[in-house]
């Protein structure tokens, strides 16, 4: 149990587009769900953490107009990229728990190279 | 905040040896704390977690960690490895307040298993 998918894991896109990836937590319903930004060799940095139903909370220093999250349900959370540009190209990862002081479930990642 | 320091950046090590990954944290309250392992391309993985009880905790794929509260460490370790453990390897911590979990992530190890 606690499977959480990503999709697309890849994608390709040019320069001014907007590129959307999902989040679903696949067996259980997630009361919170995360989203990390990795560059290559480097940690996980937290963006930010969403509700079900409610705004988002950023972490300080993302863009939240450049990086939209929608978390429409209890199994899924949304993250577009708006107007993508080549300093965008990262490692972009979900994670979602149960509820408070649970742990967090990770999804596979989506590479995301803006051209 | 909290703040997390994994000594190491890289750790080559000879199959069937043993290994000992570093991390130290820093916070200014009672924490809880992570280890998790990250395959190429792939999204991370839970070793094991300490949240309370006894200092030693044991995860999955033959990997431990001891909690030590006046050292602020929580050092992972492998009595034997395997070519499979090559990956990295991130230490995080959380701290105990309620809601949202957010974990602080280290920097990484790069566990490379030698034959």
């Known amino acids: 149990g606690a499977v959480v998918s990503q999709h697309p894991s890849w994608v390709i896109c040019k320069s001014g587009t907007s590129v959307k990836i999902e989040c679903r937590s696949l067996d259980f319903q997630a009361t919170t769900m995360f989203w990390y930004r990795q560059f290559p060799k480097q940690s996980l940095m937290l963006m930010a953490t969403s509700n079900e139903g409610s705004k988002a909370t950023y972490e300080q220093g993302v863009e939240k107009d450049k990086f939209l999250i929608n978390h429409a349900s209890l199994t899924l959370s949304t993250l577009t990229v708006t107007s993508a540009h080549p300093e965008d190209s990262s490692f972009y990862i979900c994670?979602?728990?149960?509820?408070?002081?649970?742990?967090?479930?990770f999804g596979p990642g989506t590479r995301l190279l803006v051209l | 905040a909290q703040s997390v320091t994994q000594l190491d950046s890289q750790v080559p090590v000879f199959e069937e040896a043993p290994v000992e990954l570093r991390c130290n944290y820093s916070s200014s309250v009672s924490v809880y704390l992570f280890w998790y392992v990250q395959y190429p391309n792939q999204g991370l993985q839970l070793l094991l977690k300490y949240l309370s009880g006894s200092t030693l905790v044991k995860g999955i794929n033959g990997f431990e960690a001891e909690f030590n509260k006046s050292q602020t460490s929580f050092h992972l370790r492998k009595p034997s490895v395997h070519i499979s453990d090559t990956a990295e390897y991130f230490c995080a911590v959380s701290d105990l307040g309620q809601g949202a979990q957010k974990l602080v992530f280290g920097q990484g190890t790069r566990l490379t298993i030698n034959p």
């Open positions: 994670s979602a728990d149960r509820g408070p002081l649970e742990t967090q479930y």
